[in-house]
């Protein structure tokens, strides 16, 4: 049994990582600026929580830490502040974690770090895998910035593996959960050409991903947490569409995009056609490899 210290498991990842791991047998911390109650609620009855970095030290021994905090990037115009918000909600958070890590007297063996393929920038019909370079523009340099800080750990003797997360397929959270109800009053579509890649990964996927590594302790470096099958957006919602039963014809421009979200309408037009190509020499198999399957999969529940 293991004892693994979760950030930011009150999320939309975090909480179904936190269901896996325990019924895997092993013991959780989450740090949450919740109430102890709702994180339990949220998280499992048997989660230990903590509410400032300081407590870290006097938990029983870590063997891995799992970080997941990060303001929600999708919330809101990319305003100067909220750039701010966001960088500092990743990058200064880790960067506290780790210095209260570099405290305990027993450190953790492993830092599972998020990321996200937003590290990779717009790259056309280019493939990006995990040694491709990182792009430019904001999210890239955040997720290049997080990593870095991710990084740090190493010198504390830390094993530390980058997860680029695609985006999260399931229905109670997430992109899908903010499509599904466009969608099925057929009012769904395509976004600016339709053309950009769309990375994407089953939630149980990731968290699967996640708690391989946290094992594997040969793995270290960045891993890309989405499957070997991207699909373009236009694929992506012909294939929603046919599940639901409903059309999907209606096209949202690149112009109306950018006017309504500003900067951060890159999210939903950078194309990015990420191949986990370190993650599938790792050993890591996919549960739900094809679009199909995991639509199915997450649609029926
Ligand atoms: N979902 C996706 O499709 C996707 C794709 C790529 C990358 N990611 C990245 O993966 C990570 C988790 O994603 P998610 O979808 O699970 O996010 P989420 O549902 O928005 O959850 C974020 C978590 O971060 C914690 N948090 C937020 N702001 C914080 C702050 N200032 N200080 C400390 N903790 C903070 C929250 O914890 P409390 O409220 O309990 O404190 C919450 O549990 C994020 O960094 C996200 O950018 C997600």
Redesign the pocket.
């Known amino acids: 049994m293991a004892h693994l210290l979760i ?8 909480q179904r990582l936190c269901k896996l791991t325990l019924a895997a047998g092993h013991r959780i911390s989450v740090f ?3 109430p102890a109650q709702q ?1 339990t609620r949220i998280c499992g009855a048997s989660v230990a929580v903590i509410s400032d970095l300081h407590q870290i030290p006097h938990l029983p021994a870590i063997d891995a830490v799992i970080n ?6 999708m919330e809101g115009r990319w305003s100067t502040a909220r750039k701010q918000i966001l960088r500092n ?2 990058i200064d ?1 880790t960067r506290h974690l780790l210095d209260t890590l570099a405290k305990c007297s027993s450190r953790p063996r492993a830092l599972i770090n ?1 990321s ?1 393929i937003g590290y990779y920038g717009d790259c056309g019909d280019k493939e990006c895998i995990e040694s491709s370079s990182a792009g430019t523009g904001f999210a890239a340099q955040l997720c290049r910035d997080w990593e870095a800080e991710a990084q740090t750990a190493s010198t504390l003797g830390m094993r530390v593996c980058c997860v680029r ?4 397929l399931d229905r109670d ?3 899908l959960q903010r499509m599904l109800p466009a969608f099925r009053l057929g009012a769904g579509g395509t976004l600016g050409s339709g053309q950009q890649w769309f990375s994407w990964i089953h939630r149980d996927d990731l968290c699967h991903l996640i708690l391989y590594l946290q094992q594997q302790k040969e793995c270290r470096g960045a891993f890309n947490g989405s499957t070997p099958h991207p699909v373009r957006n236009a694929e992506f919602t012909r294939i929603l569409a046919q599940q639901l039963h409903r059309p999907a014809v209606l096209k949202t421009p690149a112009a109306a995009l950018k006017l309504l979200l500003g900067e951060s309408a890159s999210l939903l037009l950078d194309s990015q056609r990420v191949i986990p190509t370190a993650t599938l020499a790792s050993g890591f198999q996919f549960q739900y490899p094809e679009l199909p399957m995991a639509l199915d999969a997450i649609l029926k529940k």
Do not use: D, N, W
Request: net charge positive; glycine share 30%.
């Open positions: 950030t930011g498991g009150t999320g939309f990842i975090g949450s600026r919740r994180v997941l905090a990060g303001e929600p990037i909600s990743r958070f998020g996200a997360i695609g985006v999260v959270g997430g992109a």
